[in-house]
Protein backbone atom coordinates (compact mmCIF):
# COMPACT_ATOMS: atom_id res chain seq x y z
CA UNK A 1 0.00 0.00 0.00
CA UNK A 2 1.55 3.42 -0.84
CA UNK A 3 1.66 6.32 1.58
CA UNK A 4 -0.45 8.30 0.13
CA UNK A 5 -2.99 5.40 0.83
CA UNK A 6 -2.42 4.98 4.27
CA UNK A 7 -2.94 8.65 5.23
CA UNK A 8 -6.49 8.27 3.30
CA UNK A 9 -9.58 7.40 4.63
CA UNK A 10 -12.71 6.69 2.01
CA UNK A 11 -16.15 7.66 3.45
CA UNK A 12 -18.51 6.39 0.77
CA UNK A 13 -22.55 8.02 2.09
CA UNK A 14 -25.58 7.30 -0.09
CA UNK A 15 -26.83 10.84 -1.94
CA UNK A 16 -25.55 14.52 -1.92
CA UNK A 17 -28.16 15.33 0.99
CA UNK A 18 -26.22 12.90 3.45
CA UNK A 19 -22.53 13.99 1.82
CA UNK A 20 -23.64 17.85 2.76
CA UNK A 21 -24.76 16.74 6.48
CA UNK A 22 -21.93 14.85 7.14
CA UNK A 23 -19.58 17.57 5.54
CA UNK A 24 -21.23 19.77 8.25
CA UNK A 25 -21.14 17.22 11.10
CA UNK A 26 -16.74 17.03 10.67
CA UNK A 27 -17.21 20.81 9.75
CA UNK A 28 -18.50 21.42 13.37
CA UNK A 29 -16.31 19.16 15.01
CA UNK A 30 -13.30 20.45 13.68
CA UNK A 31 -14.71 24.03 14.96
CA UNK A 32 -15.43 22.86 18.40
CA UNK A 33 -12.17 21.52 18.81
CA UNK A 34 -10.34 25.02 18.61
CA UNK A 35 -11.76 27.14 21.28
CA UNK A 36 -9.53 30.41 19.78
CA UNK A 37 -9.79 31.20 16.15
CA UNK A 38 -11.00 28.17 14.26
CA UNK A 39 -9.90 28.61 10.56
CA UNK A 40 -11.61 26.99 7.59
CA UNK A 41 -10.81 26.87 4.20
CA UNK A 42 -13.84 26.84 1.64
CA UNK A 43 -13.90 25.03 -1.76
CA UNK A 44 -15.82 26.33 -4.88
CA UNK A 45 -17.92 23.98 -7.18
CA UNK A 46 -21.58 23.02 -7.40
CA UNK A 47 -20.81 19.87 -4.70
CA UNK A 48 -20.15 22.20 -1.91
CA UNK A 49 -23.04 24.30 -2.49
CA UNK A 50 -25.52 22.17 -0.65
CA UNK A 51 -23.24 22.30 2.17
CA UNK A 52 -22.55 26.21 2.69
CA UNK A 53 -27.22 26.51 2.75
CA UNK A 54 -27.11 23.78 5.88
CA UNK A 55 -24.31 25.77 7.36
CA UNK A 56 -27.19 28.87 6.99
CA UNK A 57 -30.41 26.90 8.32
CA UNK A 58 -31.60 25.57 11.58
CA UNK A 59 -30.04 23.47 13.20
CA UNK A 60 -26.66 24.05 12.12
CA UNK A 61 -26.54 27.40 12.58
CA UNK A 62 -27.31 27.87 15.87
CA UNK A 63 -23.97 25.53 16.61
CA UNK A 64 -21.54 27.69 15.22
CA UNK A 65 -19.41 30.36 16.75
CA UNK A 66 -19.73 32.97 14.26
CA UNK A 67 -17.99 35.43 16.33
CA UNK A 68 -14.55 33.12 16.55
CA UNK A 69 -14.63 31.62 13.14
CA UNK A 70 -12.89 32.99 9.83
CA UNK A 71 -13.51 31.77 6.43
CA UNK A 72 -11.07 31.32 3.74
CA UNK A 73 -11.20 30.21 0.17
CA UNK A 74 -8.79 27.46 -1.43
CA UNK A 75 -8.97 29.51 -4.56
CA UNK A 76 -11.04 31.68 -6.56
CA UNK A 77 -11.85 32.76 -10.67
CA UNK A 78 -10.32 36.40 -11.54
CA UNK A 79 -13.66 37.54 -11.68
CA UNK A 80 -15.54 40.05 -9.79
CA UNK A 81 -17.75 39.63 -6.60
CA UNK A 82 -21.04 39.41 -8.18
CA UNK A 83 -19.90 37.21 -11.23
CA UNK A 84 -21.59 33.86 -11.14
CA UNK A 85 -18.64 32.27 -11.46
CA UNK A 86 -17.00 33.76 -8.33
CA UNK A 87 -16.68 31.29 -5.67
CA UNK A 88 -16.48 33.60 -2.98
CA UNK A 89 -19.65 35.43 -4.56
CA UNK A 90 -21.47 31.51 -4.19
CA UNK A 91 -20.26 31.21 -0.42
CA UNK A 92 -21.37 34.10 0.38
CA UNK A 93 -24.46 33.94 -1.46
CA UNK A 94 -25.23 30.65 0.29
CA UNK A 95 -24.23 31.53 4.37
CA UNK A 96 -21.43 34.08 4.96
CA UNK A 97 -23.41 37.27 4.20
CA UNK A 98 -25.97 35.88 6.53
CA UNK A 99 -24.02 34.43 9.22
CA UNK A 100 -20.81 35.62 9.44
CA UNK A 101 -18.96 38.81 10.53
CA UNK A 102 -17.74 40.70 7.74
CA UNK A 103 -13.95 40.89 9.28
CA UNK A 104 -14.38 36.93 9.40
CA UNK A 105 -14.98 36.27 5.78
CA UNK A 106 -11.08 36.31 4.23
CA UNK A 107 -11.62 37.11 0.53
CA UNK A 108 -8.95 36.31 -2.48
CA UNK A 109 -8.84 40.09 -3.89
CA UNK A 110 -9.94 39.42 -7.60
CA UNK A 111 -10.22 43.07 -7.98
CA UNK A 112 -6.64 44.15 -8.34
CA UNK A 113 -4.41 44.21 -12.11
CA UNK A 114 -3.44 40.99 -12.18
CA UNK A 115 -4.21 37.64 -10.55
CA UNK A 116 -0.46 37.73 -9.40
CA UNK A 117 -1.26 40.95 -7.17
CA UNK A 118 -4.23 39.44 -5.86
CA UNK A 119 -2.09 36.06 -4.34
CA UNK A 120 0.48 38.31 -3.52
CA UNK A 121 -2.17 40.26 -1.53
CA UNK A 122 -4.19 37.12 0.07
CA UNK A 123 -0.51 35.45 0.84
CA UNK A 124 0.03 38.66 2.63
CA UNK A 125 -3.53 38.25 4.61
CA UNK A 126 -2.78 34.65 5.17
CA UNK A 127 0.66 35.85 7.24
CA UNK A 128 -1.27 38.05 9.70
CA UNK A 129 -3.80 35.65 10.62
CA UNK A 130 -0.75 32.73 10.84
CA UNK A 131 2.37 34.57 11.25
CA UNK A 132 4.06 31.10 12.74
CA UNK A 133 5.35 28.42 10.12
CA UNK A 134 3.59 26.03 8.57
CA UNK A 135 4.58 23.28 10.95
CA UNK A 136 2.54 20.40 12.89
CA UNK A 137 2.38 22.00 15.67
CA UNK A 138 0.68 24.91 14.48
CA UNK A 139 -1.27 24.30 11.15
CA UNK A 140 -2.73 27.19 9.44
CA UNK A 141 -6.38 25.69 8.75
CA UNK A 142 -8.63 23.39 10.85
CA UNK A 143 -10.32 22.09 8.05
CA UNK A 144 -9.52 22.47 4.24
CA UNK A 145 -12.66 21.48 1.75
CA UNK A 146 -11.50 20.37 -1.99
CA UNK A 147 -13.27 18.95 -4.54
CA UNK A 148 -11.63 17.39 -7.39
CA UNK A 149 -11.80 18.55 -11.63
CA UNK A 150 -12.43 16.62 -14.61
CA UNK A 151 -8.92 16.66 -15.30
CA UNK A 152 -7.91 15.68 -12.03
CA UNK A 153 -7.25 19.51 -11.00
CA UNK A 154 -8.09 20.42 -7.69
CA UNK A 155 -8.35 24.37 -5.95
CA UNK A 156 -7.02 25.55 -9.11
CA UNK A 157 -3.91 24.12 -9.63
CA UNK A 158 -3.86 22.29 -12.92
CA UNK A 159 -1.88 19.02 -13.96
CA UNK A 160 1.40 19.94 -15.35
CA UNK A 161 1.35 23.48 -14.57
CA UNK A 162 4.28 24.72 -13.53
CA UNK A 163 1.86 26.04 -9.84
CA UNK A 164 1.33 22.77 -8.72
CA UNK A 165 5.15 22.74 -7.97
CA UNK A 166 5.31 25.46 -5.91
CA UNK A 167 6.78 25.30 -2.47
CA UNK A 168 7.53 28.76 -1.46
CA UNK A 169 4.58 30.75 -1.41
CA UNK A 170 1.38 30.18 0.05
CA UNK A 171 -0.93 31.59 -2.73
CA UNK A 172 -0.25 31.74 -6.24
CA UNK A 173 -1.63 33.45 -9.77
CA UNK A 174 -2.92 30.87 -12.75
CA UNK A 175 -2.67 32.95 -15.73
CA UNK A 176 -4.74 30.23 -17.55
CA UNK A 177 -7.57 27.07 -16.53
CA UNK A 178 -7.14 23.70 -17.86
CA UNK A 179 -10.66 23.48 -17.95
CA UNK A 180 -13.96 25.90 -18.20
CA UNK A 181 -14.78 28.49 -17.23
CA UNK A 182 -11.02 29.27 -18.88
CA UNK A 183 -10.38 32.42 -17.24
CA UNK A 184 -7.30 33.22 -14.81
CA UNK A 185 -7.47 31.98 -11.12
CA UNK A 186 -5.92 32.70 -7.46
CA UNK A 187 -5.10 29.66 -5.64
CA UNK A 188 -3.33 28.28 -2.63
CA UNK A 189 -0.49 26.02 -3.06
CA UNK A 190 0.15 22.41 -2.17
CA UNK A 191 2.14 23.09 0.73
CA UNK A 192 -0.79 26.05 2.47
CA UNK A 193 -3.47 23.65 1.61
CA UNK A 194 -1.68 21.05 3.38
CA UNK A 195 -1.20 22.72 6.58
CA UNK A 196 -4.52 21.89 8.04
CA UNK A 197 -5.66 19.30 10.72
CA UNK A 198 -8.11 17.83 8.70
CA UNK A 199 -8.38 18.12 4.34
CA UNK A 200 -11.88 17.09 3.20
CA UNK A 201 -12.46 16.11 -0.11
CA UNK A 202 -16.13 15.97 -1.55
CA UNK A 203 -17.25 14.25 -4.29
CA UNK A 204 -20.82 13.65 -6.12
CA UNK A 205 -21.99 12.26 -9.42
CA UNK A 206 -21.74 9.70 -11.63
CA UNK A 207 -19.62 12.32 -13.40
CA UNK A 208 -17.04 12.23 -11.42
CA UNK A 209 -16.63 8.42 -11.16
CA UNK A 210 -13.84 7.68 -13.90
CA UNK A 211 -11.55 10.55 -12.45
CA UNK A 212 -12.01 9.66 -8.65
CA UNK A 213 -11.12 5.89 -9.62
CA UNK A 214 -7.58 7.22 -11.27
CA UNK A 215 -6.76 9.82 -8.37
CA UNK A 216 -7.44 6.85 -5.54
CA UNK A 217 -5.06 4.52 -7.73
CA UNK A 218 -2.59 6.98 -7.25
CA UNK A 219 -1.90 8.48 -10.88
CA UNK A 220 -0.27 11.87 -10.89
CA UNK A 221 -2.31 14.10 -10.56
CA UNK A 222 -2.79 17.47 -8.54
CA UNK A 223 -5.40 15.88 -6.08
CA UNK A 224 -3.71 13.23 -5.65
CA UNK A 225 -0.61 15.39 -4.21
CA UNK A 226 -3.19 17.05 -2.38
CA UNK A 227 -3.40 15.62 1.16
CA UNK A 228 -2.91 16.81 5.14
CA UNK A 229 0.46 16.85 6.25
CA UNK A 230 -0.62 17.23 9.95
CA UNK A 231 -4.01 15.19 10.29
CA UNK A 232 -6.52 13.32 7.94
CA UNK A 233 -7.12 13.16 4.54
CA UNK A 234 -11.01 12.18 3.90
CA UNK A 235 -12.38 11.32 1.10
CA UNK A 236 -15.92 11.67 1.30
CA UNK A 237 -18.35 10.83 -1.98
CA UNK A 238 -21.75 9.66 -2.63
CA UNK A 239 -22.35 5.96 -4.28
CA UNK A 240 -22.96 7.67 -7.75
CA UNK A 241 -19.51 8.98 -7.67
CA UNK A 242 -17.77 6.00 -5.79
CA UNK A 243 -15.41 3.79 -8.59
CA UNK A 244 -15.53 0.26 -6.79
CA UNK A 245 -18.26 -2.11 -7.93
CA UNK A 246 -19.07 -2.99 -3.91
CA UNK A 247 -20.02 0.76 -2.97
CA UNK A 248 -21.31 -0.49 0.20
CA UNK A 249 -18.18 -0.18 1.89
CA UNK A 250 -18.06 3.06 4.09
CA UNK A 251 -14.66 3.35 4.03
CA UNK A 252 -11.23 1.80 2.35
Request: with cysteine; charged share 25%; aromatic share 8%.
Amino acid sequence: MSTLAQKREIIVVPDPETLAETAAQRLIAHIAANPQRPAICLTGGSTPQRLYELLAASPWRERIPWERVHWFMSDDRFVSYDDPLSNIGMARKAFLDACAPTENIHTIPTDKKTPDEAAYLYEQELHIFHPSPLDEDSPLFDLVLMGVGPDGHTASLFPAFPALNEHGKWAIGVPRANVAPFVPRVSLTLPCLASTREMLFLVSGRDKKDILGRVLAGEDLPATRARSEHGKTIWLIDKAAAPYEDKDASAR
